[in-house]
Every structure is written in C-alpha cells, then in structure tokens.
C-alpha cells in the first residue's frame, strides 16, 4: 500500500482490535457477500483505482475465499479477514465519512401502456453509446460518460426533461409500464425495482445506462427553494412535495438532467438484490456503494454509521455497486434490501461515521 496523504483525505492504519464493534459482526453473513464476487472474477477482475490498491491482491482474496468451505462459520470467516487483509481508515478533510442508504423498490407495473400504467421506463436508444470521460468525442464535454451518436458526430443526449415530455416516445424502448411518474423517479435514484406484473409474476429492472448529464438531488433543490428545511429532505418528505404539487413537479424533476435507462433482469434469488455495477448481486445490509473512480469493486469496507432511529450500524461491508451522487473516497451508500420497510429506512439515512476499508495483503 502506498502511504501518506491524498488530496482531500487520509488512509490511516488501525488495528482490527480498534475498529468499534468488529468482534460482534456476523463475519460469516460479510465473508458471504464477499465471496459473491468469484463469480464474476474472471470476466470482471478488480481495477485499479485511485486509491492505488493491487488489483491483483484484491483477486487473490476473493479467489481465496471462494476456496473455503460452503459452511464455513463466524469464528473461520473472521479469522480468514484477519489473516489476508490490513485495516485503513480513510479520513477525509472534513474528519467524517459521510453514509446514506438505497433500497430495490417494490411497485405495480404492466407490460402493457393504459390508462392505468401511462407511465414508461425505458431500454437504452441504439443511438446512445458510452465515451471516454476523460477523453470525450468534439461536441462532448469532458466528465460525460455517454454522448448521443448521429451522423455529424457526437452530442449530449436529450435530458430527463425532454424524455419525460416524450422526445423517446414511439420508438419501441418501453420495457414496462407505471402508475406514477414519482415512482417511476424514485425506480431513477435508486437504479432498479422489482415490478409486480399486472398479467402476473415479477419482473426485475436494473440500471443499464444513462444519458451522461450530471446529476442533481432534487431534495436539495427543494431547501434551496425553501420548500423543505434544511435537513428536512428524506425519500418521504420529497415523495410528498411532489404528490402535493402536480403541476410543479415535472419541472422539479427535470433539474434532475441525468435520466436512467434500464434492463430486464432475471430474479434468481427473492433474497437478494438486482446485480449491479461489480456484476454480482446486491447483499441487503452487506453491498456498499461507492465512488467507482476511487475504489476498486470487491473490496472490503467496515461501516460505523447511525441508523435513522439512533440504533448503531457496525458491519463489515463490501463495495459492489456505485452512483451518480457517491462521490468521494469517504462516501459510501448501504443497500438496505427490497420493499417499503427497507425504503423508509434508506430515504432517511444521512449519517457522518467511518469508513475502514480492508486493504488486502500483497499475493504471494
């Protein structure tokens, strides 16, 4: 590991011993999360990231955690994180890492548009393709992770403003249809959903792309506006903002630019949650989403954080997933799980805390 400080925060080492809470995690229900990330190995092995951890180091924990048995316990499971990884607290300028919570939501949908279901969520448009941020096409501006390809080049694709008013219609991408358009927003924030079918069954829609444009928290905006006190944006006072305010809410939304395009995915497992961005399935308490520019997939991170009732939340997480609002090496956001109740836990999550990632040992 390369030491000292980065721009804008710390790695600091401490001591398994030190870490609040790490001898009362379930290190079995972590080491199981963990080991998810064998599957996906081969075809999406770990990458360097800015923090500068091995890539290959990292591989060699997973691959050396899939080797263990199918029923190992608390007791091995602790001892095998004590025994491939190191400790290191990352501290940003500020002295706090900073948590939230996302969740899978749980809403009535049809393959079919009526009255009932006018609402879409839409594929990915055969003109939208992925760019280099850091290198992006004439006509694209720099940080842009998709542009819209036409005959003349590259330019910004249509935002949600455009999309929502029907720039996308008639061209065969709905993939399901919703009653409301603030679930279909909140289906956006948080980047998947099961939908209970109409015509029966479950469908799962999980994150494919987006149209590049940066976001921002509509939350946010409504304490700007002074519709909301400071502090006083959660999931359900938003929710509630936009129901009671019909007319002004598509253009609320809409300051929102960035505009999310989905998948139909499989529901292999009810336990779990949608596969995301390291290619393995979410883990309800255990996947953490992360800043994907700073921290390499499948790394494992402790989380000392305070839940929305005050209750204390020490668990060792493992970084699986990322998003447009995660940004920062001391950032992270817990998947809660699927549903309401783990929706009203999530939408309230705002907590400062630590952020010890496991760093693990060279291979040998």
């Known amino acids: 590991m ?4 980065r721009p804008g925060f710390e790695l600091t080492p401490v001591g398994f011993d030190a870490i609040p809470g790490w001898a009362d995690d379930d290190h079995a ?14 075809a999406h092995p770990p990458k360097r990231r800015a923090l500068g951890l091995d ?21 091995a499971a602790r001892a095998f994180f004590e025994a491939h990884f190191r400790p290191v607290e990352v501290v940003p300028a500020d002295g706090r890492a900073f948590f939230t919570g996302y969740f899978e939501p749980v809403v009535a949908a049809s393959r079919r548009r009526s009255a009932a279901y006018p609402v879409p969520l839409y594929a990915p448009p055969d003109d939208l393709v992925e760019v280099d941020p850091d290198h992006p096409p004439p006509g694209v501006e720099a940080g842009y992770r998709f542009a819209r390809r036409t005959d003349d080049g590259y330019e910004p694709y249509v935002d949600r403003g455009a999309i929502e008013a029907g720039a996308l219609a008639g061209r065969g991408l709905e993939i399901a249809w ?5 679930d279909a927003f909140f289906i956006h924030v948080q980047g998947a959903a099961r939908l209970r079918l109409a015509e029966g069954g479950e469908m ?23 519709a909301l006190p400071p502090g006083g944006a959660t999931m359900r006072t938003i929710r509630a903002w936009l129901a009671a305010h019909p007319d002004e809410a598509p253009a609320l939304r809409a300051r929102n630019r960035s505009f999310i395009f989905f998948r139909e995915a499989p529901v292999e497992d009810p336990a779990l949650g949608p596969v995301a961005a390291a290619k393995v399935p979410l883990s309800p308490g255990r996947s953490l989403a992360v800043d994907r520019l700073v921290h390499s997939f499948g790394v494992p991170v402790f989380v000392a954080a305070t839940l929305p009732d005050g209750a204390s939340w ?10 447009s609002a995660i940004v920062g090496a001391a950032r992270g956001d817990i998947f809660l799980g699927s549903g ?9 999550l705002q907590s400062r805390g630590r952020f010890i990632l496991l760093w693990p040992l060279e291979a040998s």
């Open 55 to 75: 890539p290959a180091a990292l591989a060699a924990a997973i691959a050396r955690a899939d080797a263990l048995p199918a029923d190992v316990g608390g007791t």
């Open 178 to 182: 919703l009653a409301d358009p603030i």
């Open 2 to 5: 390369e030491g000292g400080a």
């Open 204 to 226: 799962r829609v999980t994150y494919a792309a987006k149209t590049g444009h940066p976001y921002t928290a509509i939350g946010r905006e409504l304490v700007t506006m002074g």
């Open 314 to 323: 020490r668990r060792l997480m493992v970084a699986q997933d990322t998003g």
């Open 29 to 42: 229900a972590a080491l199981a999360a963990f080991r998810r990330g064998a599957a996906a190995l081969s």
């Open 340 to 348: 309401d109740a783990a929706g009203e836990i999530a939408g309230a």
